[in-house]
């Protein structure tokens, strides 16, 4: 496919939906910010700004230019025309590290997007020359931080009471740093 269209990474079906994943392109802004403004909603997000169209296009923007230059990678999955979760590589501060960000809507979990997207961000970071990658994820998250150990992730610090979290026992989350090396 020309890099209008993304470029192609798999496709598969899940729970009566076709799946495609895919690097993003400019014309996903619509669908990236009504997805972002949906995580938001859904309080995955921590901050009302990612629920803005104006900063969703910043993001946008940043992850199409290190993609443009070989320094990071932003792919998505779409059902039916929408992106329903992203997983990026970013650059990170340790030598031949990236950092890796998921994110999917609520209704498309348990439909093994997350994984799909750890599988292909790997390859992808073997692609850009990285031996390994890190990530943070909220210890009130269990089904994530659950994802990550099942992949090989292993746990390298915690910073205690990092954020408020509904979802945790007494309203706050610590902060996990994870690693895995390629």
């Known amino acids: 496919m020309g890099t209008d269209q993304g470029r192609f990474i798999q496709e598969w079906s899940a729970g009566g939906r076709n799946f495609v994943m895919r690097t993003a392109r400019w014309r996903d802004l619509k669908s990236y910010g009504a997805?972002?403004?949906?995580?938001?909603?859904?309080?995955?997000?921590?901050?009302?700004?990612?629920?803005?169209?104006?900063?969703?296009?910043?993001?946008?923007?940043?992850?199409?230019?290190d993609m443009a230059c070989g320094v990071g990678v932003l792919l998505v999955v779409e059902t039916h025309g929408r992106i329903v979760g992203e997983g990026t590589l970013t650059a990170s501060g340790g030598d031949g590290s990236i950092t890796l960000g998921l994110l999917i809507?609520?209704?498309?979990?348990?439909?093994?997007?997350g994984r799909r997207l750890m599988v292909a961000l790997e390859e992808e970071a073997r692609r850009l020359g990285k031996?390994?990658?890190?990530?943070?994820?909220?210890?009130?998250?269990?089904?994530?931080?659950?994802?990550?150990?099942?992949?090989?992730?292993?746990?390298?610090?915690?910073?205690?009471?990092?954020?408020?979290?509904?979802?945790?026992p007494g309203g706050v989350s610590d902060l996990v740093w994870m690693i895995k090396d390629l």
Do not use: C
Not at 35 to 57: F, I, K
Not at 140 to 168: K, Q, V
């Open 131 to 168: 031996r390994r990658i890190d990530l943070t994820v909220w210890s009130a998250n269990s089904r994530g931080y659950h994802l990550y150990t099942s992949m090989g992730y292993r746990e390298m610090g915690r910073f205690p009471d990092w954020i408020r979290s509904d979802l945790a």
């Open 35 to 65: 997805m972002h403004r949906e995580l938001y909603q859904e309080r995955v997000m921590a901050s009302p700004r990612n629920a803005d169209t104006r900063v969703a296009g910043e993001l946008l923007g940043k992850y199409l230019t």
């Open 105 to 113: 809507l609520k209704r498309f979990r348990d439909r093994g997007l």
